[in-house]
């Protein structure tokens, strides 16, 4: 068996296999060896079956079978071994003058086209200028965050007031046929209503200002305008044993509770950040204002990196690419994208795949190493960036653990980690090694360049290029 690659230029290639019979006669056999052990054709005992009716039944398609995977076998093997740097994956060449006939070529050569990454030159210096964003906090968007946290903590505590329409008010209800008591009427206890949920005015009006040990007479349905939901759960009951109109109820009043925002005390400050993180009210707020700010970080690399591929893909204009095959095996790898659309997509595609190639050679010529403590540590950093959304700041480490545990039991997840750590090593390299001009700004100011920055930069087409990046199978 021999391989080589025959260059058409500096990145289009062809990688020619010829294979001689002794190359896959062997494995043939074999194969058919055991197609005659498993046979069981009528007339012959199963094993007995002459290798020649093997031979004739299965010989073709075995035939096929073996050399298709010794070729791609070794197909990989040579790009691996010759440390080829190939865009997307080799196309067949299928044309009529390289078709093989295997009743009657003693060699046989197969040919497979491959792109090939261009060489180049990047410069990356102290001449080189990329602009890093500090955002800052607006004043009443930590306000705001810390009257969420008075909320969220805050109790309902027992009053003997009288009730508010925002008050929670607790009691039995009972039965009433007309102005009485229902005899033998079954009690629900523990009913539970809130006055400004309630739709008729009159009957909120009649919650408004009781205390407890009053008793209010309401009709459900028209205290909720027939909405059977609300009834339903008022009455503990479903919706289905409902009918169009219920009778009236006596709403004996038990308890009478309201909602408390949480103090600006050591309690929350603990319940918040964690026991001891933080000691005073202003210390409260650093830290929870360096939490809000750290929820940025992402969306900070993002712009960096892409100011980062801006630059690199102009540097780049000039490098040539094997347009025409990338152009062939994108559309030979889609079954939905047509011509036309991948002219239109191309120049984005093409964006992505130069920087893609420019950070490889970046992690490469300078030995940048992702470690699997590093895969680690971003993970439980998602994890708790992830917890975080929804408030949840001060979680058992336990709890933390374990999810950041699942999130790498997830070999898409731990390849999307991989791919984040690989970045932010070549975020933390550009930053050593380029001119960073540091740049205050405001959070609303922040989002807002986001947004006309993912407009202009067409990000849904960002993953593109990964389908294309260098390999060396």
Do not use: C
Not at 157 to 170: G, H, M, P, R
Not at 252 to 272: C, G, H, P, S, W
């Amino acid at each position: 068996m021999k391989s080589t690659l025959n260059k058409t230029n500096d990145v289009n290639g062809t990688i020619v296999i010829e294979l001689e019979k002794e190359d896959y006669q062997e494995k043939v056999e074999k194969s058919l060896n055991q197609y005659r052990q498993r046979a069981n054709i009528p007339g012959f005992r199963q094993g007995k079956v002459p290798k020649g009716v093997i031979r004739k039944m299965y010989g073709k398609a075995v035939l096929v079978d073996e050399i298709n995977k010794i070729v791609s076998d070794e197909l990989g093997n040579f790009i691996r071994e010759n440390k080829l740097k190939i865009l997307g994956e080799p196309i067949a060449d299928d044309s009529e003058e390289k078709q093989v006939d295997l009743e009657k070529d003693e060699t046989m050569s197969f040919y497979f086209d491959v792109a090939l990454t261009p060489e180049f030159e990047l410069t990356l210096d102290k001449e080189t200028e990329l602009t890093w964003y500090n955002v800052k906090l607006e004043e009443d968007l930590l306000d705001k965050q810390m009257d969420g946290y008075r909320q969220n903590y805050g109790t309902y505590d027992s009053v003997e007031e009288e009730a508010k329409d925002t008050d929670l008010i607790k009691g039995t209800l009972t039965e009433m046929d007309g102005a009485q008591v229902k005899e033998e009427a079954e009690a629900i206890e523990n009913a539970i209503l809130m006055p400004s949920y309630v739709k008729d005015e009159t009957t909120r009006n009649s919650f408004i200002g009781a205390k407890v040990g009053d008793s209010v007479v309401l009709n459900p349905m028209t205290a909720y305008d027939n909405n059977k939901a609300e009834v339903a759960s008022l009455l503990q009951t479903t919706k289905e044993t409902l009918g169009d109109a219920t009778p009236d109820y006596r709403f004996e009043i038990k308890e009478v509770t309201r909602y408390k925002e949480a103090e600006m005390n050591q309690e929350l400050f603990d319940k918040v950040l964690g026991e001891g993180v933080a000691t005073s009210e202003e210390e409260f707020k650093e830290k929870v204002a360096a939490e809000l700010t750290r929820q940025f970080k992402p969306s900070v690399d993002h712009l960096f990196i892409h100011q980062a591929k801006d630059l690199i893909v102009e540097k780049m204009k000039d490098v040539t690419f094997p347009d025409a095959f990338l152009k062939r095996w994108l559309l030979e790898t889609s079954d939905e994208r047509t011509p036309e659309q991948l002219e239109e997509d191309y120049p984005r595609i093409l964006e992505d795949l130069k920087f893609h190639i420019a950070k490889q050679k970046i992690v490469e010529e300078n030995e940048l190493k992702v470690e699997y403590q590093d895969i680690e540590a971003l993970a439980a950093e998602v994890a708790k960036a992830q917890f975080a959304q929804y408030g949840m700041t001060n979680l058992p480490a336990d709890v933390l653990q374990n999810y950041t545990k699942s999130l790498l039991e997830k070999e898409e997840t731990v390849q999307n980690l991989v791919e984040r750590a690989t970045e932010d090593k070549v975020i933390d390299w550009l930053k050593a090694n380029v001119s960073v001009m540091e740049k205050e700004i405001y959070s609303k100011e922040f989002n807002e360049l986001m947004g006309e920055h993912s407009h202009t930069h067409h990000e849904e087409v960002a993953d593109e290029a990964e389908t294309a990046e260098p390999s060396e199978e």
